[in-house]
């Protein structure tokens, strides 16, 4: 067998990988869109506003130190102390919470029954203001996540997989970051099916999904709802962040990925999760697979654009995404 | 008291369907225009027209086709920043390979390309709805920018891919290049303006923007009724297209002088266009105008006041501009979710009854 | 109405902007915020400590205090564009944008305007011909200068000969990652190495194509021209896929310590070029902690002097503050224009004994500018990441560019600009 041939599995694999780390992203909005019928554009601004909070909280870092230091004239950085990583973990879950209380009671209450292009500028506002709040609390400059995540080659597949392709083949290259990026995700999205099916309030949030007016009409809350789905898309944007951060350090940039989750949802449906898991591979695998066969004739850099296009022809075939709820109209 | 409409008779169908029925509102439009004119361009300075003026008027003109498309007829695009660049690159080429045709003939060209290559691209519209073709459009976007950066040919086999606006005249005065008077770059904008204004609010309110308005209330009643929903759609994007081919042609020549695709033309211009009309209005002309004020000038007025009245830091205000843009974005969507343009009807409504309310 | 308004507004601003004072003023855009505000922010506290410095410990240059205007750009060209029209109003004497975008929008506007621009390492290469860019200067060294650099330091490695060696070049998908391609290619044609070209688009957050295909390739070095989250990725991936670090070699704005240091002990041994020296210990910057930062007149909070962008931003207003009183003497007054700040720059000569004087001794290459060379003298030295010890340590001592090359491409690009723009070469 050539070398190539494994190359192309190589691709495939670690087009697979990457696919699962545009589905963390994915998720968070899925689980918006599915119970309110918001499309969050924060959902990038929340993995970074989280992300931040998780490093601030962990280095013991004073919110708002440079707005406190410019007004008061002190000279306040840190309190002196390192929070460890679950409770810090914790901590920004707790903060994330609070945020999503804090959508709902001031924005959202606001704006029910608008419709969905409202709703959706109305989460721009939102992340303009998260961004500007996450810059003031924790500061602009690129922080290192120290979680103990491994990272680089996992050698041993390397080792086993080296003779395979003769002498030009190196044997199959995987990250182990992402070996446990895949590992939470299937954690993940095994715990949100579990919850969702199997406990009160999930079904109570699928009630929701379904028809806010019957799901009133039988005693749910939809506040408490929406601020667990606000929540639950919290904490999803905190794994994502992390996994992003962790390779690029926690920075501005982190909030760009959402522009790598749009296909994936486009693909896989606005309201399915599995929707997002399989998107998510489909786009991984798609545009590095691309980039590897055609990439290189028409001068590489093709993944960005090639994502959109690839999604767009599925969506010529499924204009609802694969998994999405069939769009039926009336008149 | 401001608002006088008693003894306001319309005595013939032209007269009771004209732009502004109320002639107050005819005047206060004649004003206008006459002050943008005549007056202003002889007050003006460079800082007025480069950070204000030229950026809120070639924004407007996106705005403006941008509400054609999604205000108008329901489609959410978000490949405007592609379909801006379709329009400098067009210009730039055209301003390169027929130097001595008026630069006005050629940012008109380039909106006709542009309106050729949106409606390619407006081709899935026919299939895709809603958000699923906001982000069917955003291939448009990204393929564009790439396909700009990639093909030499685009910018001329320059060394870095940045394209630059040589110097052209119209009626002997510069209106691109370094050495343009502020006043003929602000008046050259403020000419397509007023024609794209107009255009729009003609079509809009013809059979085929009772057509486009059909389609986005509904678009199977719509072809019930006879409306074709393929040529609809398609105008839709063609002229939408076209008034954005304009807006970047305009960018790229007047405002800028040199871009670079992926700087200017990213996906953030996009998302700004779409902001406008968002805030401005859905569906309104002087929505855009007023989305697009929105979001040059609140970020200037703010710095203005953080930076030189204030004396704070130049980061703490950025960061601070950032929360105060999203507050006010939230503020205005919570108070009224139509966007300026309806706050400025429910004005109007309340002025044409004051001080007597009863 | 909102005509009225805008007008209004407009005429605030302009009256808050044209409150000129008689003081050297230098604009500083700067970007704190954005995506690039990690390497915004060290530059442009540097840039301003030096001048606060330059007030608090010479009352100025030559007895005028410098005004520091600071204008955030976020990066953003449209904002530039407003910063720069908000500035040079109040008499502004030297630009430094720090962006590629941003310099390729004053070029012209500056020309126009008259007021001199420093694009320091950075935007258009070929304005160091300064008889076609009479108003832009890019010394003390460019990226074609960069990647001759990077050329000459690994022929040095490899004894003279880069015969059947493969070097590809990881670049921002941009004007500014593009630039070195051209020098790179001719380069390879006389030196015999194979060049492969690897693009990363914008932001650059997800390579692993890339580096599965260098990892595929296996190339001899990799070259990076990178800038932002594109750099800590780059080099988290490449300790991924085990490439050597020592072969990997950034350019100038690829070599900061955050660049590194989100990857930690596997950024180990990454090599990048500066074209100015780091060293922590000068005395200059014990006299900004003393005379500046104590007395709370610090740009940031601190936390950066001496880091890498830190230095160089310092370095970049000793540069502008060396040309502002070459024109004082030149003019012999103090209070100088950006005309007369113009011939300060193109008479402007560095050496040692005046680096040494300034308390920042060696800190730059010696070099000295002229009507006819714009760019300096090209140098640049290649250092290397200690991670243990979180420095970055020099390998090397300056090394030169292979100038002949360079300046052919430099005269061909700037006739061409010239004959495109109908500008007539010349000295002013």
């Known amino acids: 067998m ?70 008061f004239g002190t000279e306040i950085h840190h309190f002196g102390w390192h929070v460890p990583a679950l409770l810090a973990i914790l901590l920004t879950v707790g903060v994330m919470v609070i945020f999503a209380w804090a959508v709902q009671r001031f924005l959202f209450r606001h704006l029910v029954g608008q419709e969905p292009i409202i709703l959706f500028m109305a989460t721009i506002g939102l992340a303009y203001f998260l961004e500007g709040v996450g810059d003031l609390m924790w500061g602009s400059n690129i922080k290192t996540l120290a979680l103990g995540l491994p990272q680089g080659g996992a050698r041993w597949i390397e080792d086993a997989t080296a003779g395979l392709g003769g002498d030009d083949f190196y044997g199959f290259f995987i990250d182990k970051l992402d070996l446990v990026a895949t590992l939470v995700a299937i954690v993940l999205v095994a715990g949100l099916i579990a919850f969702s099916q199997y406990t009160k309030h999930g079904r109570a949030m699928r009630a929701v999904a379904d028809d806010h007016q019957a799901a009133l009409s039988v005693g ?36 760009l990925i959402a522009l790598k989750a749009l296909p994936v949802l486009m693909l896989g449906g606005f309201t399915s999760i599995p929707g997002a898991i399989v998107g998510g591979l489909i786009i991984g695998v798609g545009e590095k697979l691309f980039e590897f066969l055609v990439g290189p004739m028409v001068g590489g850099a093709t993944e960005n654009w090639f994502a959109y296009v690839l999604a767009l022809l599925f969506l010529v075939f499924r204009p609802q995404g694969l998994f999405g709820e069939k769009i039926i109209e009336r008149v | 008291m401001l ?51 030229l950026p809120f008027l070639i924004y407007s003109i996106a705005a403006i086709g941008l509400n054609i498309l999604t205000g108008y007829t329901g489609q959410v695009s978000l490949g405007t920043g592609g379909f801006m660049a379709v329009g400098a690159y067009a210009c730039y080429k055209l301003m390169t390979a027929f130097p001595d045709v008026n630069i006005l003939i050629h940012v008109l060209l380039a909106g006709g390309i542009t309106a050729i290559v949106g409606t390619l691209f407006g081709l899935p519209s026919l299939r895709i709805k809603g958000f699923y073709l906001a982000v069917a459009t955003l291939a448009a976007q990204f393929f564009l920018v790439w396909l700009f950066n990639k093909v030499a040919w685009f ?48 079509l809009t309110r013809g059979a085929l923007g009772r057509q486009w308005m059909a389609i986005r209330d509904m678009d199977i009643a719509a072809e019930i009724i006879g409306v074709n929903p393929l040529k609809a759609k398609l105008t ?48 309104s002309i002087f929505g855009a105008f007023a989305g697009a004020a929105f979001l040059v000038t609140l970020p200037v007025f703010l710095k203005l006041i953080g930076v030189d009245l204030l004396g704070w830091p130049t980061d703490l205000v950025a960061h601070l501009q950032l929360v105060v843009v999203g507050l006010l974005i939230m503020f205005f969507l919570v108070k009224e979710p139509h966007g300026l343009a309806q706050l400025w009807r429910v004005a109007k409504e309340k002025l044409r009854l004051w001080p007597f309310p009863h | 109405m909102k005509m009225k308004t805008l007008t209004t507004l407009a005429l605030t601003s302009a009256l808050v902007a044209g409150s000129a004072a008689a003081d050297l003023v230098i604009p500083d855009l700067s970007y704190r915020t954005g995506p690039y505000a990690a390497g915004g922010t060290p530059f442009s506290d540097g840039y301003q400590d030096y001048f606060n410095l330059l007030n608090a410990r010479d009352g100025g240059i030559g007895g005028e205090t410098v005004r520091v205007v600071e204008c955030e750009t976020g990066y953003n060209t449209e904002r530039g564009v407003e910063c720069y029209e908000s500035t040079k109003g109040e008499g502004a004497l030297i630009y430094q944008p720090l962006s590629t975008g941003i310099t390729y929008q004053l070029i012209p506007k500056t020309t126009a305007d008259e007021i001199p621009l420093h694009t320091m390492g950075y935007g258009r290469t070929s304005a160091a011909a300064g008889e076609v860019f009479p108003w832009v200067f890019n010394y003390p060294a460019n990226y074609w200068d960069a990647a001759s650099v990077m050329v000459n330091y690994l022929l040095e490695q490899n004894d003279g000969s880069l015969e059947g060696k493969n070097i590809a070049l990881l670049f921002h998908n941009s004007a500014y990652g593009k630039e070195p391609i051209r020098t790179l290619e001719e380069l390879a044609e006389e030196h015999g190495f194979t060049f492969t070209q690897i693009a990363v688009d914008h932001p650059g957050q997800e390579q692993k194509s890339q580096w599965l295909q260098i990892r595929r390739e296996r190339p001899d ?55 100015n020296r780091i060293d922590t210990s000068l005395p200059v910057f014990g006299q900004i902690d003393s005379m500046v930062h104590e007395a709370g007149n610090a740009a940031g909070d601190g936390s950066n002097i001496g880091s890498v962008l830190y230095t160089r931003g310092m370095y970049a207003a000793m540069l502008a503050a060396e040309a502002i009183a070459k024109a004082q003497e030149i003019h012999g007054v103090a209070d100088v224009t950006p005309a007369m700040v113009r011939d300060g720059m193109e008479a402007l000569e560095i050496t040692n004994a005046r680096m040494e004087e300034l308390g920042m001794a060696q800190i730059g290459p010696e070099f000295s500018v002229s009507c006819e060379n714009h760019g300096g003298s090209g140098l640049g030295i290649v ?46």
């Open chain 2, 236 to 283: 839709a994007f063609a002229v939408s297209s076209f008034f954005v081919g304009i807006s970047g042609a305009l960018f790229f020549a007047v405002y800028l002088g040199a871009v670079e695709v992926g700087e200017a033309f990213g996906i953030n211009k996009s998302f700004l266009v779409l902001f406008m009309i968002i805030i401005g209005g859905l569906g």
């Open chain 2, 3 to 53: 608002y006088r409409e008693a003894g306001d008779y319309k005595t013939s169908y032209e007269a009771d369907s004209q732009t502004f029925p109320i002639a107050f509102d005819r005047y206060r439009y004649w004003f206008v225009l006459a002050v943008a004119f005549l007056v202003l361009p002889f007050l003006v300075n460079d800082y007025v027209v480069n950070a204000l003026l």
């Open chain 3, 221 to 275: 070095y990799v070259l990076m021209w990178g800038w932002g989250v594109m750099n800590q990725v780059a080099i988290q991936e490449a300790a991924n896929v085990g490439f050597p670090m020592e072969n990997f070699i950034g350019n100038w704005w690829a070599g900061a310590e955050h660049d590194v240091t989100p990857a930690g002990a596997a950024s180990d041994g990454y090599l990048s070029l500066n074209m």
């Open chain 1, 2 to 71: 050539p070398a190539d041939f494994y190359y192309g599995i190589e691709v495939v694999l670690n087009g697979l990988m990457a696919g699962v780390m545009y589905a963390l992203v994915a998720l968070g909005f899925v689980l918006i869109f599915k119970a309110s019928g918001i499309f969050n554009f924060a959902q990038g601004v929340m993995a970074l506003f989280a992300a931040l909070t998780l490093v601030g909280i962990m280095e013991g870092q004073v919110p708002f130190a440079h707005l406190i230091n410019a007004t």
């Open chain 3, 383 to 428: 250092q290397q990441w200690n991670a243990a010890d979180a420095e970055w340590v020099a390998l090397t001592d300056y090394i030169s560019p292979q100038d002949a090359l360079i300046d052919g491409l430099i005269a061909e690009d700037s006739t061409a600009f010239a004959a495109e723009n109908n500008i007539t070469p010349g000295c002013l």
């Open chain 1, 220 to 255: 749910i809350s939809l506040n408490f709802i929406w601020i667990l789905v606000w929540s639950l898309a919290g904490f999803v944007a905190l794994v994502a962040g992390v996994m992003w951060g962790a390779k690029s350090g926690v920075q501005f940039s982190l909030s």
């Open chain 2, 155 to 202: 910018y001329n086999y320059s060394a870095s891919g940045q394209i630059s606006a040589p110097e052209r005249f119209v009626f002997g005065v510069a209106v691109t290049g370094p050495n343009t008077p502020a006043w003929a770059s602000y008046l050259v904008c403020l000419v397509f303006v007023t024609f794209c204004a107009l255009i729009a609010r003609n």
